[in-house]
């Protein structure tokens, strides 16, 4: 999963502020359970996107099977090869942290 990180992440360096992550395992069959695909993730993220996973502020972690029928907008290219392709894959997505001092 690092060699896949180190290749997409088009930022250069490791960021140092806090970030919010966003995992989407798409997978067809049986799957792990959403809590148990965060930790290995964030892991191999580290010195790659952010230079430690104690930056992550929030988390959304979802999976979806990719047995059916989709309507998608606003996808990126690599996203629908994914899905062409028929095999599980990860869609991570890391922003900025959201404003820490609003509680919502």
Same mark, same amino acid.
């Given at each position: 999963?690092?060699? %896949? %990180?180190?290749? #997409?992440?088009?930022?250069? %360096?490791?960021?140092?502020?806090?970030?919010?992550?966003?995992?989407?395992? !798409? !997978? #067809?069959?049986?799957?792990?359970?959403?809590?148990?695909?965060?930790?290995?993730?964030?892991?191999?993220?580290?010195?790659?996107?952010?230079?430690?996973?104690?930056?992550?502020?929030?988390?959304?972690?979802?999976?979806r099977s990719i047995d059916?029928?989709?309507?998608?907008?606003?996808?990126?290219?690599?996203?629908? %090869?994914?899905?062409? #392709?028929?095999?599980?894959?990860?869609?991570?997505?890391?922003d900025e942290s959201p404003?820490? #001092?609003?509680?919502?």
């Amino acid at each position: 999963m690092a060699t %896949a %990180a180190t290749a #997409e992440w088009s930022h250069g %360096a490791a960021v140092t502020e806090p970030v919010s992550v966003t995992i989407t395992y !798409y !997978y #067809e069959g049986s799957s792990p359970d959403v809590d148990n695909i965060i930790k290995p993730i964030q892991d191999s993220l580290i010195g790659i996107v952010f230079e430690d996973d104690d930056q992550v502020s929030d988390v959304k972690s979802r999976k979806r099977s990719i047995d059916g029928s989709f309507r998608i907008r606003g996808v990126s290219a690599k996203v629908l %090869a994914a899905f062409g #392709e028929g095999d599980d894959f990860l869609h991570i997505k890391v922003d900025e942290s959201p404003n820490m #001092e609003v509680l919502d």
